[in-house]
Nanobody
């Protein structure tokens, strides 16, 4: 299984970025997928998730600012990030969350770095 995240970069506070993550080696459409992030010195945390039938859920700290979506024809999950804050600075990763209601995680990819300047 490979999870290749891209789209990170440097942006000013209040700006926007769109992340993409292409998965290979899995039957993507049956997996609930998530975006996670890990800031320096902090634990990795779940930011947003989307089920196989496209129900979404967000951490409180990104609600109203981030939008997760997926394209099963491209085996890709997206994260649109608006109104970015310096505290959103982190490495962002995608991974599976659940499959057939069972928790699952694959090996973490390299992630993509998002840096928000104040």
């Amino acid at each position: 299984v490979q999870l290749q995240a891209s789209g990170g970069g440097l942006v000013q506070a209040g700006g926007s970025l769109g992340l993409s993550c292409e998965a290979s080696g899995i039957t993507f459409r049956v997996y609930d997928m998530g975006w996670y992030r890990q800031a320096p010195g902090k634990q990795r945390e779940l930011v947003a998730s989307i089920t196989s039938d496209r129900r979404t859920d967000y951490a409180d700290f990104v609600k109203g600012r981030f939008t997760i979506s997926r394209d099963n024809t491209k085996n890709t999950v997206y994260l649109q990030m608006n109104s970015l804050k310096p505290e959103d600075t982190a490495i962002y990763y995608c991974n599976a969350v659940r499959v057939y209601n069972s928790p699952v995680n694959f090996s973490w990819g390299q992630g993509t770095l998002v840096t928000v300047s104040s």
